[in-house]
């Protein structure tokens, strides 16, 4: 005769629910942002229902990814920009118009800056709140949010769509970008394929590939004192596609002017991959909630 089993039975504990929704975030479908066409991706922290008007407006992060100025792959970095959403922070990753389709400088420009101002036009929808948008930004994405910083409002580069819209941010984050396009690109100007770039971004006469290269160059921009928002830029010493003394010439201009401004090297980095060490990332994400607060 078999033994009846007796099972043991442990009690079952309990954990606690999240009705604030805190630590969750959703990414939603593309955006067209611009009647040319252009589109966001927008990460924002959970709303319950998809309700925003019932929760507080956020701060935002404006994202360009680095493309030399062609189009950005606004998925490349989602998984580390997912968690400022997942921390209360909206964050819109944008694609420009690609200078390898004949779109000249200041193109991309214009266009992240009507993405700004489609967003603060649109800030009760998605509950951002307008006051509080910083810019982040990698490579040529860095040069995009540094000449952001530096030409907040500036007429002659707002296009009229969203154009009661101010396109200023309160303060920028770049990494490994372009600051000083002249010091950078000049001295390979005799080159078929450098040409065939410049023309690209500046136009096909040689004649006008000096100025367009100052005007597109954060270095060249910054005046004494202007209002200038908050900098942070990082730069890889292994860099072997923008010089790491790019990032210095606009440390050391910003500083001249009397900007607050901060600059980190990354040590042995090169452009992307190993760059983005745990200590990089914290440091970022602690300056742009600064930014934000």
Known sequence: ??????????EIPHLPMNPALKGQAE?????????????????????????RSRVAPCPLILFVQGSAWTTPNRGYEIPMLSHFAEEGIAVATVSHRSTRDGHLFPAFLQDVKCAIRFLRAHASDYAIDPARIAAFGTSSGGNTVCLLG??????????????AESDAVC???????????PAMFAPAKDFPAMQAFLASCFGPDPAKWDEG??????????????????????????DPVVPYQQMEALYTRLLQAGARVSAWYVDGAEHEGNF?????RDLIRRTLHEYLA
């Open 213 to 238: 290269m100052r005007t597109a160059s954060p270095v060249c921009l910054v005046r004494d004192g202007a209002d200038i928002p908050p900098f942070l830029l990082l730069h890889g010493t292994g």
């Open 1 to 10: 005769m078999l033994k009846e089993e007796k099972i043991m039975l442990q």
């Open 171 to 181: 303060g920028v984050v770049a990494c490994f970008a372009p600051t000083d396009l």
């Open 150 to 163: 530096l030409t907040g409002d500036d007429p002659a580069l707002k296009t009229a769509e969203y154009a």
């Open 276 to 280: 983005w060490s745990p200590e990089v």
């Open 27 to 51: 990414m939603l479908p593309p955006i067209v942002y611009s009647e040319n066409g252009q589109e966001l991706t927008l990460l924002l922290p959970w709303a319950a229902n998809d309700d």
